[in-house]
């Protein structure tokens, strides 16, 4: 077995060593300062034309606004919700040339030139579409949060049934797809509510479906 190491720190190797370490944090600072001072790469800024809700809307916001935040923020459509904030619980959906999005995973600058829907866009309290119609006659909300996200997405759900997109559940994929309650649920299942209103937002987009059928 090796005798121990007899280690000894002198005072003046010491005092050295402190000043080499305060004079190398010094140059850090200095340095990073001077990083802090560059000129940006790039605008910070950039300005997007979106049709929303069939009305062109220019806007000039900053690169990292998400286009949840551009909708509420700088549009005021705050129909859409801010749950997550993650692309978790589908309270942002709203629709993007035709498909529906999570727009809070979304940046606004990714989207000039597109079509943007939102709640606010499908109807109104005097004139609702048949789904806002459906999920008020089938008690398809509680607190209301998740409603405008659930609404744009079941919409989407049934047109994309329609459409013949399949889904995760869809059997076969040479035949017709049905509209069944096991399709239902597993193309609603990024929308959450909370409240666990499920059985009800279930039979809302039944009952819509089977009305346009």
């Known amino acids: 077995m090796s005798p121990p190491i007899d280690f000894e720190i002198r005072r003046r190797t010491l005092l050295v060593g402190t000043a080499a370490a ?6 850090a600072r200095h340095a990073s300062a001077q990083n802090s ?3 940006p790469v790039g605008p910070e800024t950039t300005t997007v034309t979106l049709t929303v809700n069939d009305e062109a809307r220019e806007l000039t916001v900053d690169n990292r606004v998400s286009l949840l935040d551009a909708l509420r923020e700088h549009l005021h459509l705050t129909g859409t919700k801010k749950g997550c904030d993650h ?4 309270a942002c959906t709203c629709t993007v040339n035709g498909e529906r999005v999570n727009s809070c995973l979304s940046l606004a600058v ?4 597109d079509t943007v829907e939102t709640i606010e866009g499908i109807g109104t309290p005097q004139d609702m579409d048949p789904m806002q119609a459906a999920f008020t006659e089938n008690d398809g909300f509680q607190c209301g949060y998740c409603t405008p996200g659930q609404i744009v997405s079941a919409r989407k759900v049934i047109e994309e049934i329609r459409a013949g997109v399949p889904s995760h559940v869809t059997g076969d994929l040479s035949a017709e797809i049905t509209l069944t309650d096991a399709e239902i649920r597993e193309r609603m299942s990024g929308n959450i509510c909370r409240c666990g209103a499920y059985a009800n937002i279930l039979a809302a987009i039944t009952q819509v479906a089977e009305e346009q059928a």
Request: charged share 5%; glycine share 30%; aromatic share 6%.
């Open 37 to 39: 001072n560059a000129a």
């Open 87 to 90: 692309g978790q619980c589908g």
């Open 110 to 113: 990714m989207h000039d030139g």
């Open 22 to 27: 305060a004079v190398g944090a010094g140059f």
